[in-house]
């Protein structure tokens, strides 16, 4: 599957509810598309609204970060202006061509609706309720977690894992702290060349003999200022954006992660309880009667019953059928938390491999990129002070 964004394209302008759409091109061979090569046009919300349905329906899945799921206080202008909106196109690209090479999210029914509905509207609403109706059924469980207890058998693979995002994720919030200094330095540089420049000009006014030779050295020096800018700019639009993404990306981790202990969590808390209530069949079991007088509240209830009348060995019975039907239904929980534990700590690991990969990638095309960039600023500068050199050589000095 490969999947470009193009053609942002204003709605609406001039109105209040103005939005930016992008023409979303994908060519396919997987069944279910209406053709080899399709196109449609999204929104932003729409993106959104595909993460969101992902991250429900796939929980285990490390969700590729959104432009708005990450700090966008970088972003230079307002949301129309032609640099936030390319920065965002790029993005939204980026998080598809990342759902499109995921082993499971690449088949999913939202992704393949948003890739492929001519009458989005109508099949966004089919799609929501859908989810509506499945989600009465999902809401049902996970009430025993407590969002204070700890695991009492930590994983150490998944440990470990968490250390290596930390770090991963300190690192490139030291990179990112670099760069914007860097770039406020190019900010700065950029302006002292252009007020180098109209000196030389200024100069040139003076120095009659030389007045062309100076204003064109001048100008020069804006051009240089001007390539100084343009490096900046795509550092800011393409290095310093991916590494924001990146960020997030460590942040979507985190979240399966958080995800995958509380999986364990239920089950420790459920195996537990389940052991309290054994604890409980088994202390009625093993006295004569109800409660028996281990315990001063024990005897003070036992005493209480017998004035008001209770059948004692009925009571205690009953209470032990209860217990047992209690167990009964522990025992059942246990065993599916522990498979839905086991299952989701596996798939975890498949989709922590899986973001090891792809950021791989990402950081070998974010240096590449960057790379790029610096050999293309000092290839213009050389062609623009080589052009230069014979036109300050051609002035004339009288020796005498």
């Known amino acids: 599957m490969e999947i470009t964004v193009t053609d942002a394209h204003r709605e609406k302008e001039g109105s209040t509810d103005s939005f930016i759409s992008y023409q979303v091109n994908t060519k396919t061979e997987m069944k279910g598309f209406s053709g080899p090569s399709v196109s449609v046009r999204r929104r932003f919300q729409d993106f959104a609204w595909l993460h969101h349905v992902l991250g429900r329906d796939h929980p285990e899945a490390i969700l590729p970060p959104l432009p708005d799921k990450h700090r966008m206080r970088y972003v230079r202008g307002d949301r129309f202006s032609p640099e936030f909106v390319e920065k965002r196109r790029a993005s939204l690209e980026r998080f598809l061509k990342k759902i499109a090479v995921h082993p499971t999210l690449q088949r999913a029914e939202s992704l393949r609706v948003f890739l492929d509905s001519k009458d989005w509207n109508s099949d966004l609403a089919q799609q929501n309720k859908k989810r ?74 003076l120095e009659t003999g030389i007045t062309e030779p100076l204003h064109r050295f001048a100008h020069t020096v804006a051009s240089y200022a001007t390539i100084l800018n343009e490096l900046s700019t795509r ?48 202390r009625l079991l093993s006295n004569g009667r109800l409660g028996g007088s281990a315990t001063i509240g024990g005897f003070f209830q036992q005493k209480m019953d017998e004035i008001k009348g209770v059948d004692q060995e009925r009571a205690k019975q009953e209470k032990i059928k209860r217990v047992e ?76």
């Not at 089950?267 to 052991?275: K, N, P, V």
């Open 325 to 400: 039907e209690r167990i009964k239904e522990l025992e059942d929980a246990v065993v599916k938390s522990n498979d839905e534990s086991v299952l989701f700590s596996n798939e975890t690991v498949k989709e922590y491999e899986i973001f090891q990969l792809q950021k791989t990638k990402d950081m070998r095309q974010c240096l590449l990129d960057y790379t790029a960039g610096r050999v293309e600023f000092f290839e213009k500068g050389k062609e623009l002070w080589d052009q230069i050199i014979p036109v300050l050589e051609a002035i004339q000095v009288d020796d005498d």
């Open 132 to 205: 509506q109706d499945e989600g009465r059924l999902d809401a049902i469980g996970d009430a025993l977690l407590n969002a204070f207890s700890k695991i009492k058998k930590p994983d150490e693979k998944f440990v470990a894992m968490r250390d290596e995002v930390d770090k991963l994720e300190e690192n490139l919030q030291g990179l990112e702290k670099l760069e914007q200094r860097i770039l406020k330095r190019h900010e700065e540089l950029e302006g002292d060349y252009r007020e180098f420049g109209g000196s030389v000009a200024g100069l040139g006014n």
């Open 235 to 282: 550092e800011d639009t393409e290095f310093l954006t991916q590494l924001h993404e990146c960020l997030a990306y460590c942040n979507s981790v985190k979240s399966v992660l958080k995800l995958r202990d509380q999986k364990q969590l239920d089950f420790e808390e459920l195996t537990d309880y389940l052991q309290q209530q054994v604890t409980e069949r088994d």
